[in-house]
């Protein structure tokens, strides 16, 4: 996505879906969903929530359910991505998708879209991970649970999909005002801009890096 393509239009008018994926393990070409959380965002405000478990068609491993908590009774009946692709593609209609390390995520309903012979969703994305990267570079660990302590916010279902998908939300939101009232960031296409610039931090890296070689 080319920054021109973004539209400039206010931050506070934009409709984002904020979603999370759990997953039988990391890679999106040889593992598959196994529950998604979409949390709605209109005018800076949680205005929705769908959850749904997802049959992946095989066994959970089996560290993974120690890691979610999701079990293969859980998913036993739930339906199949191929049955859930059009509520999600309506679910999450034009509106601007959101993630906190959106690449995972991204690529995930990428490959499931992909299994259902759908082209890949081609919405306008941001993600927090990389807001955070340079909002807080002071911040050690920018992962969703420093990030949700950092910023006070409550998490108690942690690695379940809406229960992430929420406090994503809160967090997004709490960043998008920050930005406005700090930067004065006000539009979508400037918020775009503003996460995909490399952190002060990179920089002073990268010129040591190319300073040493140089030498």
């Known amino acids: 996505m080319n920054k021109e393509n973004v539209p400039c239009v206010p931050i506070s008018e934009t409709e984002f879906s904020v979603l ?28 929705g929530k769908f959850q749904s478990f997802v049959n992946p068609g095989c066994k959970i491993p089996h560290f993974i359910t120690q890691f979610t908590g999701i079990t293969n009774e859980d998913i036993a009946n739930a339906p199949f991505f191929s049955e ?23 690529s995930f309903l990428k490959y499931e879209f992909f299994r259902t012979g759908r082209e890949p969703l081609s919405n306008h994305k941001i993600c927090t991970l990389k807001i955070a990267r340079r909002l807080y570079p002071s911040l050690k660990s920018k992962s969703l649970s420093s990030i949700t302590q950092y910023l006070r916010l409550k998490n108690s279902n942690a690695h379940r999909a809406l229960a992430d998908a929420e406090v994503t939300a809160l967090a997004l939101i709490k960043m998008i005002k920050k930005l406005k009232k700090d930067e004065g960031i006000e539009t979508l296409d400037e918020l775009y801009s503003y996460q995909n610039q490399v952190s002060k931090r990179i920089t002073k890296i990268k010129k040591s890096l190319n300073n040493d070689v140089s030498s």
């Open 20 to 47: 999370d994926v759990e997953t039988t393990g990391l890679s999106s070409r040889e593992n598959h969903v196994i529950e998604i959380g979409i949390v709605k965002v209109k005018n800076l405000k949680i205005a």
């Open 84 to 106: 859930l692709a059009d509520k999600i593609e309506k679910i999450i209609g034009d509106s601007v998708i959101s993630a906190h390390n959106l690449s995972f995520d991204d």
